[in-house]
Structure formats: C-alpha cells, structure tokens
C-alpha cells in the first residue's frame, strides 16, 4: 500500500519561500488526485492545494491562490508545494493526502510537517 511522507516544513520569516516534499512509498501513485492540507493551532485542518493525477490540473484556496504552486515529478511517485511569500498565517502542520481510485475522498495521509512563519 502506498504511504506518503511530506519533508521540506520549517521556521521562515514572513515573505520568505518553502517548499515541500511529498514521497509516496510502496508504489507509484496513480490514483484520482493528490493534495496539500494544513492544520493551524486551534483550528480544523483546512484544505490548500490539489493536483488531478489524470491530465493534472490543479486547485487553489483563494488564501494561498497565487502564492502557493503544486506540482509534481515526472516518474510520479512526488508532489511538491512551493509557497511564496509567507504569511503568520501560513503557519501550520502541513499534510499531504491521496485519493486512490474508487475512493471518494482522500484516503492516504502523510505525518504532516511543519511550517512556521513568525509574525
């Protein structure tokens, strides 16, 4: 079964750049989509980002819209988030999900990492 494992989360200060590193493991991913969540102190987890694996388009939260790009790599077993220009309020666990075929949702969760952004 495929498991994923997000890297790349850090301290940044405000207007700064990450980018993080999803890897599927036990398998290359193709499935419906995969996609970028976080979870701020507090709050409920929030979806950011996702990529339809199947033509790969693409899906934004007006919040990060324009900021924030998925994308993955060629041999299909990564996806990437590269966030610019950070907020405080980008601060949160970032985690990546896959929906697998015949799932109706995402059904495959990474350990999440995370991204702080002082104000």
């Known amino acids: 079964q495929v498991q994923l494992q997000e890297s790349g989360g850090g301290l940044v200060q405000a207007g700064g750049s990450l980018r993080l590193s999803c890897a599927a493991s036990?398998?290359?991913?193709?499935?419906?989509?995969m996609g970028w969540f976080r979870q701020a102190p507090g709050k409920e987890r929030e979806f950011v980002a996702s990529?339809?694996?199947?033509?790969?388009?693409?899906y934004y939260a007006d919040a990060v819209k324009g900021r924030f790009t998925v994308s993955r790599n060629k041999v299909g077993n990564s996806v990437y988030l590269q966030m610019n220009s950070l907020k405080p309020e980008d601060t949160a666990v970032y985690y990546c999900?896959?929906?697998?075929?015949?799932?109706?949702?995402?059904?495959?969760w990474g350990q999440g990492t995370q991204v702080t952004v002082p104000s």
């Open positions: 999900a896959a929906q697998r075929q015949g799932a109706t949702k995402y059904d495959i």
């Open positions: 036990g398998g290359t991913f193709s499935g419906v989509a």
């Open positions: 990529m339809r694996w199947a033509g790969g388009s693409t």
